[in-house]
């Protein structure tokens, strides 16, 4: 091996290794995140930097989530192969790339549509033909699409908004980060019951705020 595999072998294995050190320890979890690199999903200057468990500045004054929570989003979701996924929040793809090797089809919707071109293209070159990039203002869901097995929202809400409630099929999982977008917040798993829906706290995340409307982009 040349000195540059190697680098890159060693820098891969301690990405892993972080992974599991912050409790992703689900098999069909980390395979994926094994297999999706994240370097193509952070262009430029921080490019450098993408084996690093950290949030890293993407375009249109977004960030990329840091990788242990994309690990403990995606594991609180449980995802299987026969799900329809929607996420909310595309940002870079890098979290519905990780979804496309769990799920059997992914629709992820950002606001942003530099955003959503950008993301596509990268998930065309990848092969990842079971995603579906769309812009659109995700607090309203897709309705065109619903419902949903499992829907993740990767920017944060005052409180799980309404119409993803609704878009939820009884026995689906909903991921959303709850509460004002300058502190902490807390992710919380909401699960559809026959009867209502039950709220679990999961740990304190920070993320992007979910904002109404589509960006001046588009
Ligand atoms: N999941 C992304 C990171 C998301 S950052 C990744 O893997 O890289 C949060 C994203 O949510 C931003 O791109 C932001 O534009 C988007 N967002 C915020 N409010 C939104 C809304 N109402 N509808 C759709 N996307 C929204």
Same mark, same amino acid.
């Given at each position: 091996?040349?000195?540059?595999?190697?680098?890159?072998?060693?820098?891969?294995?301690?990405?892993?290794?972080?992974l599991?050190?912050?409790?992703v $320890?689900d098999?069909a979890v980390l $395979?994926a995140m094994?297999?999706i690199?994240?370097?193509?999903?952070?262009?430029?200057?921080?490019?450098?930097?993408?084996?690093?468990?950290?949030?890293?500045?993407?375009?249109?004054?977004?960030?990329?989530s840091?990788p242990s929570v994309v690990g403990l989003m995606t594991q609180a979701l449980k995802v299987?192969?026969?799900?329809?996924v929607?996420e909310?929040?595309?940002?870079?793809?890098y979290q519905a790339a990780i979804l496309?090797q769990l799920a059997?089809?992914?629709?992820?919707?950002?606001?942003?549509?530099?955003?959503?071109?950008?993301?596509?293209?990268?998930?065309?070159?990848?092969?990842?033909?079971?995603? $579906?990039?769309?812009?659109?203002?995700?607090?309203?869901?897709?309705?065109?699409?619903?419902?949903?097995?499992r829907?993740i929202?990767t920017?944060?809400?005052?409180?799980?908004?309404?119409?993803?409630?609704?878009?939820?099929?009884?026995?689906?999982?909903?991921i959303?980060?709850?509460?004002?977008?300058? $502190?902490?917040?807390?992710?919380?798993?909401?699960?559809?019951?026959?009867?209502?829906?039950?709220?679990?706290?999961?740990?304190?995340?920070?993320?992007?705020?979910?904002?109404?409307?589509?960006?001046?982009?588009?």
């Amino acid at each position: 091996m040349s000195d540059d595999t190697d680098h890159i072998a060693e820098r891969k294995m301690q990405f892993l290794f972080a992974l599991r050190s912050r409790g992703v $320890t689900d098999k069909a979890v980390l $395979t994926a995140m094994e297999k999706i690199d994240r370097g193509p999903f952070i262009r430029g200057y921080f490019s450098e930097r993408a084996y690093e468990d950290m949030p890293l500045p993407i375009a249109c004054g977004q960030t990329i989530s840091q990788p242990s929570v994309v690990g403990l989003m995606t594991q609180a979701l449980k995802v299987s192969n026969r799900d329809k996924v929607l996420e909310v929040g595309t940002g870079s793809g890098y979290q519905a790339a990780i979804l496309s090797q769990l799920a059997r089809r992914v629709y992820t919707v950002d606001r942003h549509k530099r955003l959503v071109t950008e993301a596509s293209e990268i998930f065309r070159d990848l092969d990842l033909t079971n995603i $579906t990039a769309i812009t659109a203002d995700g607090s309203f869901g897709l309705p065109d699409q619903a419902p949903f097995d499992r829907i993740i929202v990767t920017a944060a809400a005052e409180d799980p908004p309404g119409p993803l409630l609704a878009q939820l099929k009884i026995g689906g999982i909903m991921i959303v980060p709850v509460g004002q977008s300058d $502190t902490v917040q807390r992710l919380i798993r909401v699960t559809r019951t026959e009867i209502g829906f039950d709220y679990d706290e999961l740990r304190p995340v920070r993320f992007v705020p979910l904002v109404e409307g589509l960006g001046r982009d588009g």
